[in-house]
């Protein structure tokens, strides 16, 4: 096999294992409704997390950056925790209303109005970063990114309240390929050149990459999140 041949072997399979991040619903349960009425306001707020549930990217280049730039890793995961919760918030209500069960997103403290409301609400159990690096350059599922939470549906009315669902999600970066695969021959082959190289657009990117990173699991759960949402309406018949 020429090395042609084999580099578009490794891209093909690499492509294939970028379809496996891993993404399930666990813990469900679920509770009759107050009455058949559909809920006439749907309202989420941004996931609770504590900062020590935090895990930041553990990748040696970006514990440098951290110690260079003199900013505090909690103060890091405080904002990577507050993005997060942001960003799924904001797509969940989006996702939702798409689908006709308009939805807003409501800071915490917030209180929503209405007579008969079904309230999204829940907290971060876990949000790693894993190591970008490893990722970057082995790929294949080293280094790998989590985001875990605990959602529950409250319905509340001027009959009283009920918890309508309740369930766990879970989102990885699974078995997204590496630059030692998907990379140019250098990368494929030296390894050390395209490390090199990789590692410095790491450094580079300082907190925006560490902020952004998780993005794609806030998409994976918003879905999650949405699709459980969405079928207890279709069960309870609230069309749209």
Not at 68 to 79: I, P
Not at 120 to 135: V, Y
Request: hydrophobic share 40%; proline share 3%.
């Amino acid at each position: 096999m020429n090395s042609m041949t084999f580099r578009t072997v490794l891209f093909s399979f690499a492509i294939i294992a970028a379809g496996c991040a891993g993404a399930k619903v666990t813990g469900q349960s679920e509770q009759a409704p107050i009455g058949t009425a559909r809920p006439s306001a749907v309202v989420i707020y941004p996931f609770a997390v504590s900062p020590s549930e935090v895990t930041l990217n553990q990748g040696f280049f970006q514990k440098a950056y951290v110690a260079m730039s003199g900013e505090n890793q909690t103060d890091q995961q405080v904002q990577l925790a507050d993005q997060t919760a942001q960003n799924v918030c904001v797509q969940v209500a989006a996702n939702l209303t798409n689908k006709g069960i308009t939805t807003t997103c409501l800071g915490r403290g917030t209180p929503p109005t209405g007579s008969n409301v079904l309230i999204i609400d829940g907290n971060f159990t876990d949000i790693n970063e894993g190591n970008r690096l490893r990722r970057m350059v082995i790929g294949l599922g080293a280094g790998q990114s989590t985001l875990d939470t605990a959602v529950q549906a409250y319905q509340r009315t001027d009959q009283g309240s009920q918890q309508l669902m309740d369930f766990s999600t879970h989102a990885d970066s699974g078995y997204m390929p590496g630059a030692g695969i998907t990379g140019p021959a250098g990368a494929a082959a030296g390894g050390a050149t395209a490390a090199a190289s990789l590692a410095v657009n790491v450094a580079a990117g300082g907190v925006k990459n560490v902020t952004s990173s998780t993005g794609f699991l806030a998409d994976k759960t918003a879905k999650q999140i949405v699709d459980q949402v969405s079928g207890y309406y279709a069960k309870q018949g609230w069309g749209a």
